[in-house]
Structures are given as structure tokens and as C-alpha cells.
């Protein structure tokens, strides 16, 4: 469904976007992860043709996007970051007015809006002006605004920031029921991990304009060099452990706190189990532990060097 080959743009000697290229299947949530800087909200600009790259080329439901391509645009829904809505007038009227952009009219209009108000959960709303709507009902209704067209593509330029959380679980069911309904492909960026964790299919990592990962939740963690954490309590015997511990498979790093004992674990080295047992053989006598595997925080935090919100 959309295709980005090789693209690159710059500002005067700074490149912001250096050499992307990632694919994006029918009906697949892709999330679009970077620090701040990465090149994330330039790659957004340029699929959505508000900026034209320096070179390479974008593809979207096998048709060349071009600034020029009105046809290509017409399949493609952009919600972004910054509020694009007329606040003096009702949200019915907002989307009608954003519907005849898009060559709709007549009752097909009307009918689209009252769907669209229906599936954001604002249509007994539907008169009363944007002012007087809260944070969390302004993003739902300029995400509906993209919708009113049933886009194939959507782009979601961090939608949840800074709503309330009723407004922000509306969002991502909604993203979710477009997938399972409509098979709509998703490019999502947002510096909430727990909703790419939620969301998304495939993650794109992107640092100094570069992609510097992309697969499923699951590639990245097994592809990263990051461990996991096996926190264990045990009962105080006097002995230390440290030392042998160290020796079993798969213990990359061992911290400890009295009676707890902190375990940086290779799952490609030693199997969880089997460092138990080896545990309790040198006489550790266990009274609880709880084993983390490596998440997307980390990973990211691995690749990058950052926070997602940095």
C-alpha cells in the first residue's frame, strides 16, 4: 500500500531524512518511532505532500506520488499534529466542509458526517461548536476529518497528545476497528510506547534521519542485543553467591540488595528454568522471582541512545 525508496531531504547542509526506504502492507498498523529530531515528522510532511523530498520516491496503493497527484491523495487520510479545525462552527458542519474537499455532496455527505460523528462518539454533539468542545473531542474530530473520504491510507501524526484518556482509548479502538474493518493501512507516530505496543503491526525506528530498524514487536526483540530481567528473593544464609552465579549461562550482569538479587539474562544463552535449577543447586533458597522479558522501551532505548520522549 505504500512505499517509501530511498528518500532524502535537507535543509541547507542538514539532512533530516537520509536514504529512507520501508514498506507498508494493505491493512497493516505501522508505527513511526524516533527521538525527537529522528526526521519522523518531515517523512509525515512528505508523504502527505506538504513538503516534496530532494529525491527518491514514494509509492502508495502502486500509483507515484507526486505534489500534482490529486488522485493518489484522494485515498489518502492525514490527521495532524496541530488542530486543523474551524472552532466557530459545529462539528457536523466542520466535517461537511472538509467533505466537499473532497468532492463529496448531497446526502452522501450528510450521511458520511453522521457516520463519522457515530463512529468517533460525537454525535449528540454534532451541534454544538468546536470551541466548546474539550481537548479530547478535538482530536477525535479532526481524526474524523480524515475519515470522511474512507481513505485506504491514514496517516496519524501523534493523535493522543495531551487528551484525556476516554478520548484517547477512543482513538486507538477506532485506528484498531479501521484495520479489522476496513483493512485500512495505518502509519502511526506518537511518543506514547504503550500504544505502539497496542497497536502496531511493524515498528519503524528512526534516529538522525536514518531507519535504523523495522520489523514486529517481536523481530526487534529478539534481533536487539538488550537482556532480560530475572528478579529473584531469597532467603538470607550468610553465603555469598555472587561469584558462582556468575559462572551459570546465560547471567550476563548480577546486582545485589540484601536479600534480592538482580539477574541481566541472554535468552539466546540460558533458558530461564534451567537457571533457576542451577540456582537452587548452589543453594539459594528461592521464596520468589519474577522474570521480565526485554520490551520496546528498551530496545529503543538500546538503538537510540534515548527515551522515546526525548
Not at 148 to 169: A, C, F, W, Y
Not at 216 to 223: A, D, F, I, R, V
Not at 285 to 310: A, H, I, P
Request: proline share 3%; aromatic share 6%.
Amino acid at each position: 500500500m505504500l512505499e517509501l525508496i530511498d528518500l532524502t531531504k535537507k535543509y541547507s547542509d542538514k539532512i533530516v531524512v537520509d536514504g529512507l526506504s520501508l514498506k507498508a502492507r494493505q491493512g497493516e498498523i505501522v508505527g513511526l518511532l524516533g527521538p525527537n529530531g529522528a526526521g519522523k515528522s518531515t517523512t509525515v510532511s512528505i508523504i502527505s505532500t506538504i513538503l516534496a523530498p530532494d529525491s527518491g520516491e514514494i509509492w502508495v496503493d502502486q500509483q507515484l506520488l507526486k505534489p500534482s497527484s490529486c488522485e493518489v491523495r484522494r485515498i489518502m487520510g492525514i490527521v495532524p499534529q496541530e488542530l486543523a479545525l474551524y472552532e466557530a462552527l459545529s462539528a457536523m458542519d466542520n466535517l461537511e466542509f472538509f467533505g466537499t474537499l473532497y468532492g463529496m455532496s448531497g446526502n452522501v455527505l450528510k450521511d458520511r458526517a453522521r457516520e463519522v460523528l457515530e463512529l468517533m462518539g460525537l454525535y449528540d454533539k454534532r451541534h454544538q461548536s468546536i470551541q466548546e468542545f474539550s481537548g479530547g473531542m478535538k482530536r477525535r474530530i479532526n481524526m474524523g476529518i480524515a475519515l470522511m473520504h474512507n481513505p485506504k491510507l491514514l496517516i496519524l501524526d501523534e493523535p493522543t497528545v495531551g487528551i484525556d484518556p476516554q478520548s484517547r482509548n477512543h482513538i486507538l479502538e477506532t485506528v484498531k476497528g479501521l484495520k479489522r474493518e476496513f483493512g485500512t493501512t495505518v502509519i502511526y507516530t506518537t511518543h506514547y510506547m504503550e500504544e505502539v505496543e497496542y497497536l502496531c503491526d511493524r515498528v519503524a525506528i528512526m534516529d538522525h534521519g536514518k531507519l535504523i530498524a523495522y520489523g514486529t514487536k517481536e523481530e526487534l526483540q529478539k534481533s536487539s542485543e538488550a537482556l532480560d530481567t530475572l528478579t529473584l528473593a531469597f532467603q538470607p544464609t550468610g553465603q555469598e553467591y555472587t561469584e558462582d552465579a556468575a559462572q551459570i549461562p546465560g547471567i550476563a550482569k548480577i546486582t545485589m540488595d540484601k536479600n534480592e538479587m538482580s539477574l541481566l539474562v541472554d535468552p539466546k544463552e540460558g533458558n530461564v528454568i534451567e537457571i533457576l535449577d542451577q540456582l537452587r543447586y548452589l543453594g539459594i533458597q528461592l521464596t520468589s522471582f519474577q522474570y521480565e522479558k526485554v520490551n520496546l522501551e528498551q530496545v529503543f532505548l538500546q538503538l537510540t541512545g534515548k527515551s522515546l520522549r526525548d
